[in-house]
């Protein structure tokens, strides 16, 4: 048992250090794509998604599943999913047609991959400012579907442990107000396997799984609680297909 423990560490770290290295090796000789059309910087993007996929199939033992593609929207929409970990970030790209982040303000300022980021045109939050970062977020959200892409949102804001209580933010809802879209809830599992604290990765099949969409025009509080039942019921079922051992040792 502590020789498959001790495995299991060295894979991690090994793993960990192939995407960050891959990510900061992107990120610096990907400047070029600061100069192509978005399109085609985009396409750069996905490689980077893909490459970490494999890194993590290949070291850690991990792959993924994609259940609901019927749901996945060919034009503009609203994507709101569960954020359980890092590999949120990144896994979802490929997945999509041509998909905008919603971001942390911050990470724009980081050099290279800021600069990278600004360039896919994801959309850049300073949840700081309150109700005028939500105005900016409405209008900016409209620019990129009006361009035919998706609006990808983490309703909570941040990573959540598994099973934590569920803690949606209100821009989700001012952004499905202020859009006027189709929203399409995502559940997934990957806390469980790469958790949000620590670094002990471990083999397996994270799960990612597209929802039965919501039409515009619902009420803010049926739109808010519809949401989040969809979200978190699907979540606990994809978790609770992971064995016993693997939602022991995570949570």
């Keep these: 048992m502590q020789l498959d423990q001790l495995t299991r560490r060295v894979r991690s770290l090994a793993f960990l250090a192939a995407f960050y290295t891959a990510t900061a090796v992107f990120s ?122 998706q609006i990808v949102i983490f309703p909570e ?26 929203c399409v809830p995502v559940a997934l599992n990957s806390g469980l396997f790469w958790p949000r604290f620590g670094t002990n990765l471990r083999a397996g099949t994270i799960v990612v799984e597209f929802l039965e969409p919501l039409p515009p025009g619902l009420d803010r509080r049926a739109f808010r609680t519809e949401l989040e039942a969809r979200i978190e019921a699907a979540t606990a079922r994809l978790v609770a297909e992971a064995s016993c051992d693997t939602l022991d040792e995570q949570i």
Excluded at 131 to 146: F, W
Excluded at 167 to 176: N, S, W
């Design 157 to 182: 804001g941040t990573r959540q442990q598994v099973n934590a209580l569920p803690a949606y933010k209100p821009g989700v809802v001012a952004l499905y107000e202020g859009l006027g879209l189709t």
């Design 28 to 149: 610096i000789a990907g400047s070029p794509l600061l100069l192509v059309p978005r399109r085609y910087a985009m396409t750069g993007l996905r490689v980077h998604a893909r490459l970490c996929l494999w890194l993590m199939r290949v070291i850690v033992g991990t792959t993924y599943e994609v259940r609901g593609q019927q749901y996945i929207p060919d034009g503009p929409a609203l994507v709101a999913a569960k954020h359980q970990s890092a590999w949120d970030t990144f896994a979802l790209i490929p997945l999509l047609r041509d998909p905008a982040m919603i971001m942390k303000a911050e990470l724009g300022y980081i050099p290279f991959y800021g600069w990278l980021s600004r360039k896919f045109e994801h959309i850049l939050v300073a949840r700081e400012r309150g109700p005028a970062a939500l105005r900016k977020l409405i209008v900016d959200a409209k620019a990129r579907a009006a361009d035919s892409r």
